[in-house]
Structure formats: structure tokens, C-alpha cells
């Protein structure tokens, strides 16, 4: 995994058995592999999505479930956790979309609007979004806070970390305020169970898991016309053998209910993740101690991801009366919005060594090479005209490439 400190426990949704208790973790990876296995046994192969969903999401032995993922010490390392700065940065670009939000002054009692985050790892993101807000924009920072996060482990430490904030924590969407909403979901997206489809002799067949003995894949029935649909592959063209689709059906559901509440009540939230502009190919990837793994290796103890298919998350928005703008690279989103000058002048008054470690942060967060090209910003926003600063260009590059090559060993 790539990152930053957001990386969390799976959202309770609608139809989804997600549940999360975060407990003393004394079940190991052998211990989930004969569940998985056994209820491929009773109930046949397993979607991806469900595999993915179990060795995350299980009460008691679920990867989340199981500890502290985030740093240097767990699986990966996250955006906020490489500087502040970043932080700060979105803390103003959503300070600016919070102005420009704000109704005109008609003497009517204005409603008063909400801060979210859909994963908030630590809270050590929206910790340095609200010490910006707390100098710049008071009456931001005075806002409630709304959390997604399902695990009691994470409440607790994020409830340590926003000492000052109202906080109200949702296991799910299903109860968002009615007023508008401006927040963050970093690193949220790809950490949702993806399901795969896969193209043998022109025809698109369910990718499933199976167990014979050992987990891996195996292939289902044909995709119906209308879950081809629902895959978005009715108009793809012919596909060479063996190529995979993919499909995260939660984060298209989550995606239409933040688009439907911002249509509806307005505001803004920042959607930053590595992904890219199809559903084409696998992207499914496993991390542990910071190295890639094989997907079907100690299940429950390692962190498996995805690559958000960006366009399916702006046909959901549109279809719910709202619009994604962008995606645009991480890097250039930052670049546009004033990192540099940030770092440069935060680097003025450092000492030698934390002036080197703020270059190098910046550099991590905006190089090509490392996190810059990979990650992608976009922006849920009501329907309307124009374009935000850091928007102006939303060409994005298709390709995924290896951890090894993001920079996230």
C-alpha cells in the first residue's frame, strides 16, 4: 500500500456484513485461511470482493481488526504521516471551497455546515486540516466533525488525537446531517472489496476464489447482460484472453450517497487515491511490512488494496446530481495549490535536518517517480460551472505500476 495514515476499518453499508470489533488479535493467518476455505467448502467459490471483505473486515481476525496498519512499524505509510504539510494543504483548499460555498448574506439563519472524513487512519489528517482551519477559517474549525470509521480500536486514538473537536462517529452514510459537507476521503476508495471479471474466448466469466487445496483463482459463469452493465463492459471492445475487469460495487454505492447529499445540502469533499480512468486490468495488490506480496498469502494479516476506477466514480456522481471534477495528479494538484512555496518557507526556519526531511517529504509527495503520478485528486462538488485552482488540467495516465516503483516499500 502505498501512503498515509488513513488506511482504516471498512464502512458498515447496506447489505454488506462488515461489522468490526477490534480486539486482542490471537487468531493467526493459518486460522483464517481454514474460515476461508471452509466456507468455500459449504458454500461453494467465493467472489474476490468476498475474500477481500473477510480478510479485511472479519470481527476478530480481519486485517484492520488486528492492530495498528499505519507507519513505519505496520504495512505502509501514509500522505499525512510523510509531512503535515499535506494536510495543510488540503486544510486550505477546502478553507477556499468552504468560502466559496458560503450563501450570500440575505439576513436567513445560514445552515450550519459539517466537516467528514471517510477513513481517518489516526486523525493525524484532519488534526492538521483543523490547525490550519483554526488560524485561517474559525468558523470551519468550529464545525462537527463526522467520522466513517467502524473500528473501536481507531475511535479510541483518533478521539485522543481531535482532543478539541465535537466528534461524531457513523459506521456507515446513513446518517449524515442535513447541511452541507466539505471533507476528505484519503486513501479510502482502494481499500474497498473489488470483485473480478475475466475475459476467456470473447466472453466475460466471474473470477472467483476457490480452494483446491490451496487458496487461488478459478473461473464462474458468464457475466449476465446485465451485470455486463453493471461492469461497464457492454460497449468495451473485444478483449485479448485472460484480461480482467474490475468492479468495487460499495464504492460506487458510497460514492452515489456523498454525491446525492452534496447535490441536495452543497459542499465540497476531496477524493485523493491511486487509481485511474478504467475498470481495465488487474490492480489488486497485497502489502506487508512495506513489500508486495501474493494476494492469497496470510490472509488477515496483510493489507490488500485496489486502483479506483475514477471515471465509474463520476458517472455515480452524475447520476446523483452532483460532479467529480478532475482526477489530476497528486503532484500537480499540490504544485498548483502552493506546496512548494509552503515548504520552502516552512524549510526557512528549520533546523539543517528537518530542512532536508521537508524537501524530501515534498519531494515524495509530488515526484513523478514516487507518489505524484500514481495518486489522484478529485472533487465531489455540486452541479455547476468552473474550475477550482489545482483542476485546470485532468488528463490522468491509465497505467498502475508496482509499489516497488510508487516508492512504498
Not at 478539541?164 to 484519503?186: M, Q, R, T
Not at 524537501?359 to 485528486?377: E, H, I, N, T
Request: charged share 20%; glycine share 10%; with cysteine.
Amino acid at each position: 500500500m502505498p501512503a498515509d495514515d488513513s488506511r482504516r476499518a471498512l464502512p458498515v453499508h447496506a447489505g454488506t456484513s462488515y461489522m468490526t470489533v477490534a480486539t486482542d488479535n490471537d487468531i493467526n493467518a493459518d486460522d483464517v485461511t481454514s474460515m476461508i476455505a471452509a466456507q468455500i467448502a459449504a458454500d461453494g467459490p467465493l467472489s474476490l470482493a468476498t475474500y477481500i471483505e473477510r480478510a479485511l473486515a472479519t470481527p476478530d481476525v480481519g486485517y484492520y481488526q488486528s492492530g495498528d496498519p499505519f507507519g513505519r512499524e505496520g504495512d505502509f505509510i501514509t500522505a499525512p504521516e510523510i509531512s503535515g504539510l499535506f494536510g495543510e494543504m488540503c486544510g486550505l483548499f477546502l478553507a477556499h471551497m468552504f468560502e466559496l460555498g458560503q450563501p450570500l448574506d440575505t439576513g436567513a439563519e445560514k445552515p450550519q455546515p459539517a466537516i467528514i472524513e471517510c477513513g481517518p487512519g489516526r486523525g493525524t489528517l484532519m488534526a492538521d486540516m483543523q490547525h490550519v482551519w483554526g488560524q485561517l477559517m474559525p468558523e470551519l474549525a468550529a464545525c462537527h466533525i463526522h467520522l466513517i470509521e467502524t473500528s473501536p480500536y481507531l475511535r479510541t486514538i483518533q478521539q485522543q488525537t481531535l482532543t478539541e473537536s465535537v466528534i461524531h462517529w457513523h459506521d456507515d452514510l446513513s446518517a449524515l446531517p442535513a447541511a452541507p459537507l466539505y471533507g476528505i476521503a484519503n486513501e479510502f476508495f482502494d481499500a474497498l472489496p473489488v470483485a473480478h471479471a475475466i475475459c476467456r474466448e470473447g466472453i466475460w466469466r466471474h473470477r472467483l476464489v476457490i480452494a483446491d487445496p490451496d487458496l487461488g483463482f478459478g473461473e464462474g459463469t458468464p457475466l449476465t447482460a446485465t451485470e455486463l452493465d453493471r461492469w461497464h463492459l457492454s460497449n468495451k471492445a473485444a478483449s485479448p484472453d485472460g484480461t480482467v475487469a474490475e468492479l468495487c460495487i460499495l464504492g460506487e454505492d458510497i460514492m452515489h450517497i456523498l454525491a446525492a447529499h452534496i447535490a441536495t445540502y452543497g459542499g465540497a469533499i476531496l477524493i485523493i487515491d491511486y487509481g485511474k480512468s478504467d475498470n481495465i486490468g488487474d490492480t489488486v495488490q497485497a502489502v506487508s511490512a512495506h513489500k508486495p506480496v501474493d494476494l492469497f498469502y496470510q490472509p488477515g494479516q496483510v493489507d490488500i488494496s485496489h486502483w479506483v476506477d475514477f471515471n465509474a466514480l463520476a458517472d455515480c456522481a452524475l447520476a446523483a446530481g452532483a460532479r467529480l471534477i478532475g482526477p489530476v495528479e497528486q503532484g500537480t494538484f499540490l504544485a498548483k495549490i502552493g506546496l512548494k512555496a509552503r515548504a520552502e518557507q516552512a524549510a526557512t526556519h528549520a533546523a539543517p535536518d528537518m530542512r532536508r526531511a521537508l524537501l524530501a517529504a515534498y519531494d515524495r509527495l509530488v515526484s513523478p517517480a514516487q507518489m505524484g503520478s500514481a495518486f489522484k485528486v478529485a472533487l465531489l462538488v455540486p452541479q455547476g460551472e468552473g474550475t477550482p485552482p489545482g483542476f485546470m488540467n485532468n488528463d490522468i495516465k491509465t497505467e498502475a505500476v508496482s509499489p516497488a516503483e510508487r516508492g512504498d516499500g
